[in-house]
C-alpha cells in the first residue's frame, strides 16, 4: 500500500489505484462470484448426462449478467473514486477508500471478506441445486412455463406422466443441446414480454427425431403383434345407447422378429416415408414418397391439384410423432371426455340424454374463460335437469373434464391440437390413406381400405358384442349408411354431430 507512510483519512492521495474503494470491492466479489458459478455450470453443462435449456438461461444469460453488473461496479467504483480524488483529495478524508490500518474498517473488512466467501459457496450451492431444479417437470410445467399449463395438466392425466419434460423435449447429443438452449432463451423471453403465442404453436420447432427421444425407451424394432382395442362411445339418443367398437389393430403383421408389415411398416429401417405438408400443423398432405432402401428405388405419391416438387428443405422424414403426436399432451374432444366418464360410470346413463347435453354444455359459445366455463355448465345442465338428485355430482365432473382439457384462456383444447393418430375427429391416417394420392401410373396406397390397418372384431350393444368375428366385419354406422365421399372428420368434429 503506498500510503502505508501517511496517516489515514488524511493522505494526499498518490499512487494509491483508484480500484481501491468500497464499491469496486463489491462489483469485485461478485464478479469473481459470478465468474465461479459460470465456470460451475458450464462444467456441468458439458457433463451431465441429460442437458437441459434452461440450465443455458442460467449459464449463458443470468451468470454473466451477474459478472457484467459486477464488472460494472468494479469500474463504476474506480470512477467515482477518480472524481471524488480529483475533487476534494486535498480537503476531505476518503470515506469509500479500503483502509487496512483503521481498526473499524479491518474488522468490516473481515466481516465483508467472510460474507465474500460465503457468498462463493452460496452461489455454487445454488448454481448446483438451481441446475438440478431446473431439470425438474416441476419447473418447465409450473414455475417457468406458465404458459404451458394446458401441457401440464395434460401430461400429467397422460402415460407419460412420469417422464420428464426434458426427456422429450430435449434428450441428448450436442447440436440439439445448443438448438434447445437457444430455444429456451427464446421462451424466456418471449414469455417475461408476454408475448407467447396463445396457443403455443405445434409443431415445435427443432424438436429431436424420434430417434433421440421415444426410441430410447420405445425401441422401433419391439413386436407390437396385433392390438386388440375397444371403444365405448354413447349415441345422444334419449337412452343414451352405448355403442361399442372393438377391433384388432394391425400394428405389426408377419411373425415376431419380423415386425415388418402393419401399422409399424412406416418406421422399419428398410424403408423411408417422406412427406411434405402445405400446412404448419401437417394436416395438408399433398406430396410423398416411400423409398426402399436397401435398393434405392422410391415412389411418389401426389394429390391431383399438386405438381412438381416440394421445396426440399420442408421435406419430412416421418417417425414416430407423425401418428403418435399427442403421446403426452393428448387434448381430447368434448364427445370423447364424456364418453369416456359415462364409460366409467363417473356419469350416470340415467339422465336423460346426458351424453348430448354434457357435451353441449362444455361446447358453448363466447366462453373466455375458465371460471367462466364453470359458472356456464353449472346453469346449463340446472336448466336441463332441475330436479335430478345427480345435479351435484354431474356438474362437478363436467366442470372437471372441461378444466383438465379445455383452456379458454390459452385458446387450447381439442380443435387446435389435432391428434393423428386414427381418422375419426380428425384426418389422421386420412391425410395420406385417402385414394386420392397417387404415383404418375396412378396407382394409390394400398392400405387404405377399411380393413387394411383394423378388423373389427365387435360392434354394437348388448348381445352383439358376445359373439367375435374373428375374420372380420364390415363397419356400420350408427347413424346409417356412409356417403363414400366423405371422411369422417368432414362430420366429426368432436362435438355434437346434430
Ligand atoms: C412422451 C414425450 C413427451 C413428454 C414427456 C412431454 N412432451 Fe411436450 N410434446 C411432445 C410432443 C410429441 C409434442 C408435439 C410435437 C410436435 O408435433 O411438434 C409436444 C408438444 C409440446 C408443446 C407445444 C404445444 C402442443 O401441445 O403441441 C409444449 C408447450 C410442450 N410439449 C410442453 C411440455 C411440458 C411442459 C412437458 C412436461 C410437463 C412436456 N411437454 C412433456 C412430447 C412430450
Ligand atoms: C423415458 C422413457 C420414455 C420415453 C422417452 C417415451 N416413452 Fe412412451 N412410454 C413409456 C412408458 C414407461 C410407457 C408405459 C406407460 C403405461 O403403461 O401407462 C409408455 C407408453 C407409451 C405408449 C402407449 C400408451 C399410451 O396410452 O399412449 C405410446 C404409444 C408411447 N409410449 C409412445 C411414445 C412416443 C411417441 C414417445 C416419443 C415422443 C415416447 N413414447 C417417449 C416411456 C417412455
Ligand atoms: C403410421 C402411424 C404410426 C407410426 C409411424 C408409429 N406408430 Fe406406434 N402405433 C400406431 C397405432 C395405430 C398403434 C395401435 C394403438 C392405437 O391405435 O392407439 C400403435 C401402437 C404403438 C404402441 C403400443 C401401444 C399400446 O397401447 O400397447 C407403442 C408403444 C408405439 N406404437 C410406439 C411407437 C413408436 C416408438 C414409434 C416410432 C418408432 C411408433 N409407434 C410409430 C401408429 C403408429
Ligand atoms: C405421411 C403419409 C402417411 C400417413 C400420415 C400415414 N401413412 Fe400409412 N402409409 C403411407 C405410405 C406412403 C404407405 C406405403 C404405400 C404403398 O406403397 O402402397 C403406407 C402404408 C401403410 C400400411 C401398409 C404397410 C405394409 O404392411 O406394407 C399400413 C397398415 C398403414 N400405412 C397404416 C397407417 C395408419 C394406421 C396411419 C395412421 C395412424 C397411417 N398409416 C398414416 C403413408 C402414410
Ligand atoms: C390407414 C389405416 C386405416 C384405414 C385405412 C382405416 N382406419 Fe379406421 N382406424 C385406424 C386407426 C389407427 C384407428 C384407431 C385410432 C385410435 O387409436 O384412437 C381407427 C379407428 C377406427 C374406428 C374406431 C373409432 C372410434 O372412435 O370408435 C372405426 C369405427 C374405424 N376406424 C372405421 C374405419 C372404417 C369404416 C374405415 C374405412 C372407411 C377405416 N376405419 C379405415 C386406421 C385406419
Ligand atoms: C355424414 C356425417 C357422418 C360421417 C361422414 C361419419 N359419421 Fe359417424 N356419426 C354421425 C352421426 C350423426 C352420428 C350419431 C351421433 C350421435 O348419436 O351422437 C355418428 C356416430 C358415430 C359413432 C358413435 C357415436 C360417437 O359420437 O362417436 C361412431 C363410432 C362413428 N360415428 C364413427 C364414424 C366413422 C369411423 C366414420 C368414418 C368412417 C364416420 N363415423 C363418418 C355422422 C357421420
Known amino acids: 500500500m503506498s500510503d502505508s507512510t501517511t496517516p489515514p483519512d488524511s493522505a494526499p492521495v498518490r499512487n494509491r489505484s483508484v480500484f481501491n474503494n468500497w464499491i469496486s470491492a463489491i462489483g469485485g466479489i461478485l464478479a469473481i462470484g459470478a465468474l465461479f458459478s459460470f465456470a460451475l455450470l458450464v462444467w456441468m453443462d458439458f457433463t451431465q448426462g441429460d442437458k437441459n435449456p434452461y440450465l443455458g438461461i442460467l449459464t449463458y444469460l443470468v451468470a454473466p449478467a451477474f459478472l457484467i453488473a459486477g464488472l460494472i461496479f468494479v469500474f463504476f467504483g474506480a470512477w467515482a473514486q477518480r472524481r471524488w480524488q480529483i475533487k476534494h483529495a486535498a480537503t476531505m478524508p476518503d470515506k469509500w477508500r479500503l483502509d487496512f490500518k483503521n481498526p473499524r474498517q479491518r474488522r468490516t473488512l473481515v466481516l465483508f471478506g467472510s460474507g465474500g466467501v460465503l457468498f462463493l459457496m452460496l452461489s455454487a450451492f445454488g448454481s448446483y441445486e438451481t441446475y438440478h431444479y431446473a431439470e425438474s417437470t416441476q419447473f418447465c410445467g409450473e414455475v417457468c412455463h406458465k404458459a404451458m399449463s394446458p401441457e401440464l395438466t395434460t401430461y400429467k392425466r397422460g402415460a407419460h406422466a412420469r417422464v420428464d419434460c426434458v426427456q422429450c423435449h430435449v434428450g441428448s447429443g450436442a447440436q440439439y443441446f445448443i438448438k434447445a438452449k437457444i430455444n429456451g432463451t427464446h421462451q424466456l423471453i418471449a414469455y417475461t414480454m408476454d408475448n407467447y403465442k396463445r396457443p403455443i404453436e405445434t409443431p415445435i420447432k427443432n424438436l429431436r427425431p424420434a430417434q433421440d427421444t421415444c426410441e430410447k425407451c420405445h425401441w422401433p424394432e419391439k413386436f407390437h403383434g396385433n392390438i386388440d382395442v375397444e371403444y365405448s362411445h354413447f349415441l345422444s339418443d334419449k337412452k343414451n345407447s352405448p355403442y361399442n367398437v372393438r377391433m384388432l389393430m394391425r400394428v405389426n403383421s408377419g411373425l415376431p422378429g419380423s415386425p415388418t408389415g402393419g401399422i409399424h411398416w412406416h418406421v422399419n429401417p ?68 364424456i364418453e369416456l366418464a359415462m364409460a366409467s360410470g363417473k356419469l350416470s346413463t340415467k339422465l336423460p340424454a346426458l351424453k348430448r347435453v354434457a357435451v353441449q354444455a362444455m361446447t358453448q359459445k363466447d366462453i373466455t374463460t375458465a371460471a367462466e366455463a364453470q359458472q356456464k355448465i353449472a346453469a346449463f345442465l340446472t336448466l336441463k335437469y332441475p330436479d335430478s338428485p345427480e345435479l351435484p355430482a354431474t356438474i362437478a365432473e363436467v366442470q372437471e373434464l372441461y378444466a383438465a382439457t379445455i383452456f379458454p384462456e390459452r385458446k387450447a383444447d381439442w380443435t387446435v391440437y389435432p391428434n393423428n393418430i386414427g381418422h375419426k375427429d380428425w384426418l389422421g391416417c386420412f391425410r395420406c390413406h385417402d385414394e386420392k394420392h397417387k404415383t404418375d401410373k396412378g396407382a394409390s396406397v394400398k392400405a387404405s381400405d377399411c380393413t387394411s390397418c383394423h378388423i373389427i372384431l365387435t360392434q354394437g350393444a348388448g348381445t352383439q358384442l358376445t359373439s367375435i368375428a374373428a375374420q372380420g366385419q364390415p363397419f356400420k354406422h350408427p347413424d346409417g349408411e356412409l356417403d363414400g365421399d366423405l371422411t369422417c372428420s368432414d362430420c366429426h368434429n368432436g362435438g355434437i354431430q346434430k
Not at 424403408?271 to 432402401?293: F, G, L
Not at 415412389?299 to 391431383?304: H, S
Not at 416421418?318 to 403426452?328: K, L
Request: proline letters at 9%.
Open 270 to 337: 428398410d424403408s423411408r416415408v417422406e412427406y411434405y405438408a402445405a400446412d404448419p400443423k401437417r394436416q395438408d398432405i399433398p406430396w410423398m414418397r416411400v423409398t426402399n432402401v436397401k435398393e434405392g428405388t422410391a415412389r411418389v405419391y401426389r394429390t391431383e391439384a399438386f405438381k412438381g416438387e416440394p421445396d426440399p428443405a420442408k421435406i419430412r422424414v416421418m417417425d414416430c410423432m407423425d401418428c403418435h403426436n399427442r403421446p403426452a399432451h393428448s387434448f381430447p374432444t368434448a364427445n370423447s371426455s
